[in-house]
């Protein structure tokens, strides 16, 4: 196939688990983050709200939704084509994840201690946000050790069979016989 896309990989070659468990872990560990925005983040007696509930903000859970989703695809491009380039790429949304549930962790722990506060007997916060922590520091770890192993191996386009390679440089030329018949003596050299 020469019109083939010149960093796909062959599809014939197999999948290197050895080398792309990270990745494969990466993306489980996305994907279940992404999860946990269902089950329960506050809780207090008789009432349980998800990322989704009433006084939660919605930016963040809009926002983990697009940091999974855009892992998935470069994890999908890292496998498919073997570049680093992906992987590299893949730093960006795994640690904007993980900041991301940092800071739900930190609103929702707030949110906990006010409700506690207002009268609310027994408010705390859910598995679902501290779940979805884990997941996604897993992810960032995961990412991380992707990028390591995958530094300086992946593999390079092919050159086409019909390329032909440059010629090699000529090597210098000695300094012949000089005028006279003797050695030929560079200007500025010091003469016997």
Aim: aromatic share 8%; net charge negative.
């Amino acid at each position: 196939m020469p019109n083939r896309f010149p960093y796909a990989r062959d599809p014939s070659e197999p999948l290197n688990m050895a080398r792309d468990w990270p990745l494969w872990a990466a993306a489980v560990s996305a994907v279940l983050s992404f999860v946990m925005l269902f089950p329960p983040w506050l809780t207090s007696p008789g009432v349980s709200l998800n990322a989704f509930g009433h006084d939660m903000l919605t930016a963040g859970p809009a926002l983990v939704v697009v940091m999974v989703v855009i892992m998935l695809i470069l994890v999908y491009g890292a496998l498919a084509t073997r570049r680093t380039a992906y992987v590299a790429a893949l730093l960006v949304p795994a640690s904007n994840l993980l900041t991301l549930y940092i800071v739900q962790v930190a609103d929702v722990s707030d949110l906990a201690d006010l409700s506690a506060g207002s009268g609310v007997p027994g408010a705390a916060t859910g598995a679902g946000v501290w779940l979805g922590f884990v997941f996604a520091l897993v992810a960032a770890l995961c990412t991380a050790v992707a990028f390591v192993r995958w530094r300086g191996t992946a593999a390079r386009p092919a050159a086409p069979a019909d390329a032909v390679p440059p010629d090699a440089p000529e090597p210098p030329e000695r300094p012949g016989p000089g005028p006279s018949g003797g050695p030929q003596v560079p200007p500025g050299a010091p003469h016997d």
